[in-house]
């Protein structure tokens, strides 16, 4: 049965995964992924190479997701769990206000768990950790998350989906131990889609489905993993700077975020870590079919988009959080109503733009206090000037990592011990000559240091006295004082 739309608004799909690479799809040109699903939605609409997560964890780039404002202004510039969203305005809340009917189906990371951001509605799958955060704070697992209790109606009452024994954060992998109807990634398509069955067809709709994959554990379907576990992969790049992380090196733990694994065991991340990518693509596909069957696609607008990437081996490096490309470079694709087909864009856009993105495709008016800006214009190819620069940060290992790029260059300060980068993003796109010590990028240093004490001017982390960089200093994860919006580029 094909339920039309009966309003003149467009509805909004927002498929957000976690910790994919923006180079990890195959119309980027990967030369092992392969996403065949996502690469035919990017030919449909437009894809933006130059994309970046601007705090690249889960919970401060979430938070710029839904607010649209950067790490400084919605308080989290690293990550910590247990801080309250206490957010006013979100996205969800917008389109709720205009009568959009809006869910939210997979990973949010709020807190309080069961927060819904101005979603009317949200079905949790809730990661490993914060279930176990809530088994120590004497918390039923059940009232943080409901992949949980519909893995046990199909599979008994002592089913879970760790008992394989991956951990969250490790690069250990190995296949999925169940049957695959019953994977997370599954589960978050299945309610999406059933979400498109109850829906009211009188009202537009919003509908927000977050993967956790392909973060770890790396568990995806056997045949997604078997399809990566020979492939030839080239070598991850290791930088000349390599050494700067040497000190968090902890050789005998799968967690840690710099150190030198056994050949074999980065074979197995990666194909744990692009089995899950191959596995989220035909979810995903699964779950636009089915706006295709319910004949509203020509209606709807598709926004495809990660939290962060994962530099997996990348220089040394596992995990997220860090200012490089494996890192902050995230893939974001837009396609829609308006959007002409097979669009490829190089404009510096991140996560605090997809807001004013989905309210501007909404014919919705954008709040004051968003400071990210609408990149519709630019997928529907019209000229117009867009910002010159994007700066980062993330507390993370003690110090703060704070960075800038114009897409060409980008300049990283580590304000542990004051240690500048300078990379030059056309010549080394992954990063492996830091020229930071050349005398003729002497003035290029200058430059991003200039604009750097101008951004950090006023905070509370005392990072600058508006004439030079103070490292040293005492970091937090979260800014007891966030800033107002802004309208810095």
Not at 148 to 169: E, K, M, Y
Request: hydrophobic fraction near 35%.
């Amino acid at each position: 049965m094909v339920i039309r739309l009966t309003t003149n608004r467009p509805n909004l799909v927002l498929l957000m995964v976690d910790q994919w690479r923006g180079d990890s799809l195959g119309v980027a040109g990967h030369p092992v992924v392969r996403t065949p699903y996502l690469d035919a939605l990017a030919a449909s609409g437009s894809r933006f190479t130059r994309a970046y997560s601007a705090a690249p964890t889960c919970t401060p780039a979430r938070a710029s997701l839904l607010t649209g404002q950067r790490p400084a202004t919605h308080g989290r510039v690293g990550y910590q769990d247990h801080v309250p969203w206490t957010y006013p305005v979100t996205l969800a809340s917008e389109l709720t206000r205009h009568g959009y009917q809006t869910q939210a189906v997979g990973k949010m990371h709020f807190f309080p768990e069961r927060s819904q951001l101005g979603f009317q509605n949200v079905i949790l799958h809730s990661p490993l950790g914060i279930i176990r955060s809530a088994r120590r704070r004497g918390i039923d697992p059940d009232l943080v998350d409901d992949y949980l209790p519909w893995l046990r109606q199909r599979l008994g009452r002592d089913a879970t989906f760790h008992d394989h024994g991956l951990d969250s954060n490790s690069w250990v992998a190995r296949p999925w131990d169940k049957p695959e109807s019953v994977h997370p990634t599954n589960f978050v398509a299945e309610q999406a889609i059933d979400f498109l069955r109850r829906r009211d067809p009188t009202k537009p709709f919003f509908l927000f489905a977050s993967f956790n994959a392909p973060h770890p554990p790396y568990d995806p379907p056997a045949w997604a993993f078997d399809q990566y576990r020979d492939a030839a992969a080239p070598k991850p790049p290791v930088g000349d700077w390599a050494d700067a992380f040497a000190s968090v090196a902890a050789p005998h733990d799968s967690r840690s975020f710099h150190g030198r694994i056994a050949p074999d065991d980065l074979r197995r991340a990666r194909a744990g870590y692009w089995g899950h990518m191959s596995h989220v693509d035909q979810q995903l596909n699964r779950l636009l079919e089915e706006v295709v069957h319910y004949g509203v696609r020509d209606d709807t607008y598709v926004c495809f988009v990660s939290d962060h990437g994962e530099m997996l081996g990348d220089h040394l490096l596992f995990r997220k959080g860090f200012p490089y490309e494996g890192s902050a470079r995230i893939p974001m694709l837009l396609s829609g109503p308006g959007v002409p087909a097979g669009g490829v864009h190089d404009h510096l856009v991140e996560l605090r733009d997809v807001m004013p993105t989905l309210l501007d495709c909404a014919g919705l008016p954008i709040p004051d206090r968003v400071e990210g800006r609408s990149f519709l214009p630019l997928a529907r190819g019209e000229k117009i000037t867009w910002r010159p620069r994007l700066h980062g940060e993330h507390a993370m290992l003690g110090q703060s990592f704070q960075w800038f790029t114009d897409g060409r260059e980008k300049y990283v300060w580590l304000s542990g011990d004051g240690r500048e980068q300078l990379f030059d993003l056309v010549a080394d796109p992954e990063e492996r000559c830091d020229l930071a010590g050349r005398a003729d990028r002497a003035d290029r240093l200058a430059y991003w240091r200039a604009q750097l004490i101008t951004e950090l001017a006023g905070r509370e982390e005392g990072f600058t006295d508006g004439h030079r960089l103070i490292p040293g200093r005492p970091v937090r994860a979260t800014l007891s004082s966030p800033a107002a919006p802004s309208d810095r580029p």
